[in-house]
């Protein structure tokens, strides 16, 4: 398999999403006491009031704070260490588990007489199901408040693992499809004319082909799972959970516990209209993320397109090196002999 490029963009979007992740931790560790609310008032130096919360980012930059008085930059920072490493073991995890299972059914499944038609026909159906719909159905009736009495740690857990779960389907068979189509190039059956053992081509010819289009859906998924985060926080499930702040007498409000960035664009989406920047901020570093993933993802396809291009091409210089460089003066053809074997 050929190698990956250096690719500057490629390289600028993965600093990018390195530093907000870096950046997070040490705010954790060092500085996490400056999460702490802030006055509800602010006065000049003449004691008069000049505005309450929610201060806006001229007031206190560079993003302004929420109604609760909490500033929204720190809690970016804060938030982007659970989204962006939650993303990444999803992605990560998907992959790996319909691997597996993708591996299991090109070698065993697909082998049966009609296990391929049953496979597909069964798995083919939740294409056409929304994983919003059915992560908010798996989802929302453990997020009540005697689920939250769980840690913060085993709430994520289990809503990764629904996360992961409605993957597999789809890319299990995404993946065997492509096992299926690999094995039957031409250097395949060399290999099987030649004796190679089922694990003797994986090693040497099926994995290193397939290698590349798991980089690309490992990049695939990252993205998409970003989406699916934002769709859950808008719906009020929050990684992590959440955690109810009493406005008034039997009126209450939900925050996420995490901070991470899907549940801060979902507990202030309805401020958009009163004090816009205390949506716009998150939404602007889901954003950037967004961006820096699907940029990376484009570089990686267009990559795997050009080392395919230049493998055909190498293949067909090769026979043409093969056929015309022969020296027929060390060779004596023979027709129409039978011989005896």
């Known amino acids: 398999m050929k190698k990956y490029k250096n690719s500057p963009r490629m390289i600028i979007c993965l600093s990018i999403i390195f530093l907000f992740f870096l950046v997070s931790i040490m705010f954790t560790l060092f500085f996490h006491t400056l999460l702490e609310a802030q006055d509800p008032l602010k006065y000049n130096e003449e004691n008069q009031l000049i505005a309450s919360i929610p201060f806006p980012p001229s007031i206190v930059p560079p993003f302004g704070t929420d109604r ?10 804060d938030g982007a260490k659970y989204t962006i490493l939650s993303v990444f073991i999803i992605a990560l995890l998907r992959i790996l588990i319909s691997f597996i299972l993708g591996v299991l059914c090109h070698f065993y499944v697909f082998k049966l007489e009609k296990g391929r038609k ?6 083919e159906g939740f294409y056409s199901l929304p994983q919003v719909l059915i992560a908010f159905i798996l989802i929302s009736p453990f997020l009540i408040d005697g689920f939250n009495r769980l840690s913060t740690i085993q709430i994520i857990i289990y809503q990764m693992a629904i996360l992961i779960i409605l993957a597999l389907p789809n890319l299990t068979l ?3 499809d492509e096992l299926n189509r690999i094995s039957k190039e031409e250097f395949m059956y060399g290999a099987k004319i030649l004796g190679g053992s089922e694990l003797h081509m994986f090693k040497k010819h099926l994995f290193p082909h397939i290698k590349q289009t798991l980089i690309v859906l490992f990049s695939q998924q990252s993205g998409q799972v970003l989406i699916l985060l934002i769709h859950l926080g808008l719906l009020d499930l929050f990684l992590g959970g959440s955690r109810r702040v009493k406005i008034e007498e039997g009126v209450y409000d939900k925050l996420t516990i995490t901070n ?6 979902g507990t202030s989406f309805r401020e958009l209209l009163l004090a816009p920047w205390i949506m716009i901020a998150p939404l602007i570093a889901f954003m950037i993320v967004i961006i820096c993933v699907n940029v990376i993802t484009n570089d990686l396809i267009e990559q795997k397109n050009i080392n395919k291009t230049t493998s055909r091409v190498l293949k067909d210089d090769k026979e043409y090196l093969n056929v015309h460089d022969v020296d027929t003066a060390n060779f004596s053809f023979v027709r129409n002999q039978k011989y005896d074997v």
């Open 260 to 265: 991470e960035w899907s549940g801060l664009i």
């Open 118 to 123: 049953y496979f597909v026909s069964f798995f």
């Open 68 to 77: 609760y008085g909490y500033n929204i930059f720190y809690k970016i920072i």
């Open 174 to 176: 995404l993946i065997a």
